[in-house]
């Protein structure tokens, strides 16, 4: 399974690109549209995708995500329903690797072993466990990789040259570097502080560095991808499905459409990304 | 009862990474990881520094009034005509509460840490009068995040943390309880990691803080252990305390987990009964998770979503526990029950009525399970309760409740 994520970064660097990870949650505003979103993700040019796992308490998101989060739980969603999401994704894609993201305790409910034997056979390449850090390796880390499926970690700006070292130890896939402290839907830093820290996590990994938290814009992927493996888009995404939705919450025939437009334009703004660094 | 082995103590934990069994861990985003790195390294210097140990007793003395006073409880224990009804008084303290202990402590280690700004998360709003209180003596701004639904049920404590200069933020996320405030004072942290100092409030979360928040309330078992015996020559029991997140309860039990013959049980929130969602007993009618910061036991549903707690009393709607109470209850030391909001309004007026003491909504619940065990012991068997607090702040809620107009 690791195999698709390090093809497709390997493909996408021969383009002389940086890659588009597109995160949305899973379940908002509901199963089947979510299913639609996902699909029309790398049709709008997305390399990746990170789905969204709903939680009650959600200590690490901005009110976007979190909101996002309460429309899919109201609408039904759970774990197992989210990994379904994936399988149904499947069917139809099998290059685009998935990574699923949230935090650890409907995993830990839903049972390890379980989790991970069903995540892989629906086809699921990577987790990003927001509340597991290195010093929590035993509980999923391992036995994740154990299974072949690539454990991403986020380093952030309070993770020093001392320190990250364990954070890489058990990281596979890619980095996950996190533009700024603070939640996700912040406002983006100064690229050229990022451009620095990317450079100083190159000196202790071969793998890809992606910047995400804090890029919204076509704009922001076009300066961040001009240094970064790869960039990292949630909230502009989350927003754009919310701003769709009928008063209730309901999606519309603006929904996935919506998705689709936004994406698009980031995916340029990532393929002009290198030539805006030799400008 | 089970006994444990002498040499196999009930004290000893939790280790160096921060578990009571399976029980704690440090479940946190990478951004907090280095600071809590460095809150514990902190820690480990202060407690075993004699400069810190006196300045927290000189502020134990002179500021919270330490010791607080062990009463005993003439009229309710002759009124019960059963167990003699000791009472540790921690409702005496400054602020009201046994909240102050911890806050005490924690500033100092701010203070140490080079911190600039003090946040907190409140329920009942005495954690929250506490923090802005030692902010206040100590010349520190300080945050406070209370659940919107509590800034409407504790007003007069939001009143209190505004004259003393904090800024109190109502959280309307979730059911705008102390769980969504933790949230977000946790948001806060992870974006002001540079000056910011979260103080905790209770014996949960993350690692160093259980054992931390332990430690500072600790001194109320150790201080009633030495005053039952100058009292009445022997140790007590019963030792009985309410569970919020802990902390009051860890604070009188830890100095008689070892002291085999004494009987100790923790009072969680029954709310309006077990049956439905209406409560908040983690332990009882809970089971383990991860949530802030630590494995515990939780009110979840079977996705691990976690559920919205209720009780009558907010310092107690919290549906989680400290890390060590749950392993308390695994190992079979501790006794968890369940008291309803209507027992516990119950002990309250009886209190009121009889010793002339108004206590909180929190340590009623302790009260309530007194009042059901007293009667069956016998007079020459002795209850250790703790009073940890208070009950001017939920006169409103009472009065409501009574249909007593204010
Ligand atoms: C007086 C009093 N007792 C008990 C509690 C519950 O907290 P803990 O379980 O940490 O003691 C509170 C919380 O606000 C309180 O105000």
Redesign the interface.
């Known amino acids: 399974m690791t195999a698709r994520m390090d093809r497709k970064f390997a493909d996408v660097a021969s383009e002389g690109r940086p890659v588009l990870v597109t995160y949305f949650m899973g379940g908002d505003p509901d199963f089947e549209t979510s299913v639609s979103i996902m699909k029309a993700l790398p049709k709008a040019g997305a390399d990746v995708i990170e789905l969204g796992m ?7 998101d ?1 009110p976007a995500i ?1 909101l996002a989060g309460q429309r899919s ?1 109201k609408a039904g969603q ?3 329903k989210t990994i379904e999401i994936a399988r149904r994704f499947r069917e139809e894609d099998q290059r685009t690797p998935i990574v699923l993201m949230g ?8 049972g390890v072993d379980r989790f991970l034997t069903d995540a892989l056979d629906a086809g699921i390449d990577g987790l990003i466990v ?7 390796d035993d509980e999923l880390c391992i036995p994740a990789l154990e299974k072949g499926i690539n454990f991403i ?8 040259d001392r ?1 990250l070292p364990k ?1 890489l130890e058990n990281t596979s896939g890619f980095v996950y570097y ?1 533009s700024m ?3 996700t839907g ?1 406002a983006l830093p100064d690229p050229s502080l990022i451009a620095g820290a990317v450079e100083r996590i190159k000196t202790h990994t071969k793998l890809p560095v992606c910047v995400g938290f804090g890029v919204k814009t076509a704009e922001h992927a076009r300066a961040i991808g001009a240094s970064a493996d790869g960039v990292v888009v949630g909230t502009a995404i989350v927003n754009q499905i919310a701003s769709s939705l009928t008063e209730e919450g309901k999606a519309t025939d603006a929904t996935v459409p919506g998705v689709e437009a936004l994406v698009r334009g980031l995916s340029a703004g990532v393929r002009s990304a290198r030539l805006a660094a030799a400008e | 009862m089970n006994e444990a082995p002498k040499l196999n103590s009930f004290r000893a934990g939790p280790d160096e ?1 921060g578990r009571f069994g399976i029980f704690g ?11 809590i790195l460095d809150l514990q390294a902190e820690w480990d210097k202060a407690k075993n520094d004699p400069a810190f140990k006196a300045e927290l007793d000189n502020l134990g003395a002179h500021y919270i009034g330490r010791p607080s006073p062990l009463y005993f409880a003439e009229r309710l224990t002759e009124e019960l005509g059963g167990a003699k009804i000791y009472f540790k008084r921690e409702e005496l303290n400054h602020t009201g509460s046994h909240k102050i202990n911890n806050c005490i402590g924690q500033i100092l280690l701010a203070k140490r840490m080079g911190k600039t700004r003090i946040i907190a998360e409140t329920g009942a709003g005495q954690h929250g009068v506490a923090s802005a209180t030692v902010a206040a003596r100590f010349g520190l701004p300080c945050v406070v995040y209370m659940g919107a639904t509590d800034v409407e049920r504790q007003a007069p404590n939001v009143f209190r943390m505004k004259l003393l200069g904090a800024e109190v933020k109502p959280v309307t ?2 059911n705008g309880t102390l ?1 969504d405030a933790m ?1 977000e004072a ?2 806060d942290w ?5 000056n910011t100092y979260y103080l905790i409030g209770t014996a949960a979360g993350p690692h160093p803080y259980p054992e931390m928040v332990r430690d500072f309330q600790a001194v109320i078992g150790q201080e009633a252990k030495a005053q039952m015996l100058e009292a009445e020559g022997r140790l007590p029991d019963l030792v009985i305390a309410a569970v919020g997140g802990g902390s009051n309860a860890i604070g009188i039990f830890h100095s008689f987990l070892d002291d085999e013959g004494v009987k100790i049980v923790g009072v969680e929130a029954g709310g309006k009964g077990l049956d439905g969602d209406e409560h908040c007993a983690s332990i009882t009618a809970g089971s383990p ?5 630590n ?1 515990t036991y ?1 009110l ?1 549903d ?6 919205e707690g209720h009780s009558i009393s907010a310092g107690l709607d919290y549906p989680g526990i400290g890390p060590e109470h749950s392993w308390l209850n695994d190992v079979g030391r501790v006794e968890y029950v369940p008291i309803m909001d209507h027992e516990a309004l119950e002990a309250f007026q009886m209190l009121t009525r009889l010793e002339g003491i108004i206590p909180a909504l929190e340590p009623s619940h302790a009260l309530a399970e007194v009042i059901k065990r007293a009667p069956t012991m016998g007079k020459d068997e002795i209850i250790l309760m703790n009073l940890s607090g208070r009950g001017d702040k939920d006169i409103f809620t009472v009065g409501k409740i009574l249909g007593m107009g204010l």
């Open positions: 709903p939680f009650s308490d959600p200590m690490a901005g979190q739980l759970t774990l197992a935090y650890y305790n409907p995993i830990y409910i839903y927001v509340d597991l850090p290195p010093e929590m970690r986020l380093a952030t700006p309070t993770t020093d320190r954070v996190v402290n603070g939640i912040s | 990474d861990g440090r479940f946190v985003a990478e951004t907090l990881m280095p600071l996320a979730g769980k949230n946790l948001r992870v974006t002001n990691v540079d998770g991860v949530l802030h910061g494995r939780l979840q079977g996705d691990g979503q976690i559920k």
